[in-house]
């Protein structure tokens, strides 16, 4: 399958997956606006708004019995920059994307990593390190490699001077795991310290990385005569090459409601 980020299976034109089985579903909706979405192996593509729910249905009832057939596949090569390095906000907001954290607990498990020297001082609004913090920062670099099993067999080499401009650190600079992590072994500590320096660490070996380069895919699917659409990233090819046209099994297909304008 095409594996990506919110796109588990995307089949590309002359690329065949197997029918899968049939699993109906139908969602009660008041909105204004429905979508019929179809699981294509994983892959969820939606049809565009329809106003009536008459209409809606009676398309999924037509896709029931029919194969979603790929009928375009865009790629676009696409850059993100490196995130910069956490303030208190920025590592607040996301422990509590990631994890549910509240600011409060963020702030206590952070101050508590501080008072072991495990963590810079955390209240700071700064997210750069100052100009004479770039040997500290390459060492502490090495060291989360060996420590974080993600990066072990990578060839990571850092551009420290991304993460360091003294101009732009006030009172103190950005949070970033200390030496004394060398001592301390990841799995001792409790769980919810263990993810906020494991935020950090991360966050400074992302800041201190190139760009992210992606391919944007968006697949559009045909399928009773109209148009489903899926997105998602990095596709990585992994399915074999078939003659014919692209055809995917449909899994189930869902109608489901959104609000709209009145």
Same mark, same amino acid.
Request: hydrophobic share 40%; net charge neutral; proline share 4%.
């Given at each position: 399958?095409?594996?990506?980020?919110?796109?588990?299976?995307?089949?590309?034109?002359?690329?065949?997956?197997?029918?899968?089985?049939?699993?109906?579903?139908?969602?009660?909706?008041?909105?204004?606006?429905?979508?019929?979405?179809?699981?294509?192996?994983?892959?969820?593509?939606?049809?565009?708004?329809?106003?009536?729910?008459?209409?809606?249905?009676?398309?999924?009832?037509?896709?029931?019995?029919?194969?979603?057939?790929?009928?375009s596949?865009?790629?676009?090569?696409?850059?993100?920059?490196?995130?910069?390095?956490?303030?208190?906000?920025?590592?607040?907001?996301?422990?509590?994307?990631?994890f549910?954290?509240?600011?409060?607990?963020?702030?206590?498990?952070?101050?508590?990593?501080?008072?072991?020297?495990l963590?810079?001082?955390?209240?700071?609004?700064?997210?750069?390190?100052?100009?004479?913090? +770039?040997?500290?920062?390459? /060492?502490? !670099?090495? @060291?989360?490699? *060996? =420590?974080? %099993?993600?990066?072990?067999?990578?060839?990571?080499?850092?551009?420290?001077?991304?993460?360091?401009?003294?101009?732009?650190v006030?009172?103190?600079?950005?949070?970033?795991?200390?030496?004394?992590?060398?001592?301390?072994?990841?799995?001792?500590?409790?769980?919810?310290?263990?993810?906020?320096?494991?935020?950090?660490?991360?966050?400074?070996?992302?800041?201190a990385?190139?760009?992210?380069?992606?391919?944007?895919?968006?697949?559009?699917?045909?399928?009773?005569?109209?148009?489903?659409?899926?997105?998602?990233?990095?596709?990585?090819?992994?399915?074999?090459?078939?003659?014919?046209? +692209?055809?995917?099994?449909? /899994?189930? !297909?869902? @109608?489901?409601? *959104? =609000?709209? %304008?009145?």
């Open positions: 399958g095409c594996s990506a980020d919110g796109m588990a299976y995307i089949c590309p034109a002359g690329w065949n997956l197997p029918t899968g089985p049939f699993l109906l579903r139908v969602l009660r909706c008041c909105q204004k606006y429905y979508h019929v979405r179809l699981d294509l192996s994983g892959a969820e593509a939606a049809s565009e708004r329809i106003s009536d729910k008459a209409e809606a249905a009676a398309l999924k009832g037509a896709c029931e019995t029919q194969t979603a057939v790929c009928v596949l865009t790629r676009e090569k696409k850059t993100a920059a490196p995130p910069k390095l956490f303030d208190l906000t920025s590592l607040q907001r996301e422990a509590n994307r990631i549910g954290y509240t600011a409060k607990q963020t702030l206590d498990l952070a101050q508590s990593l501080y008072e072991k020297r963590l810079t001082y955390p209240r700071t609004d700064s997210s750069f390190l100052t100009d004479d913090m +770039g040997g500290t920062a390459a /060492g502490i !670099i090495k @060291l989360l490699c *060996e =420590k974080f %099993s993600f990066m072990e067999g990578l060839g990571f080499t850092p551009e420290v001077a991304k993460v360091t401009d003294s101009k732009k006030s009172d103190h600079h950005a949070i970033i795991p200390t030496m004394e992590l060398a001592k301390t072994e990841l799995a001792a500590l409790p769980e919810s310290e263990r993810n906020i320096l494991t935020l950090a660490g991360a966050r400074l070996l992302f800041a990385a190139e760009p992210h380069v992606y391919e944007a895919v968006t697949a559009v699917f045909s399928c009773a005569g109209q148009s489903f659409t899926t997105k998602g990233r990095s596709v990585c090819m992994n399915i074999s090459r078939a003659s014919g046209a +692209g055809l995917c099994g449909v /899994g189930s !297909i869902t @109608l489901s409601g *959104e =609000k709209g %304008s009145v």
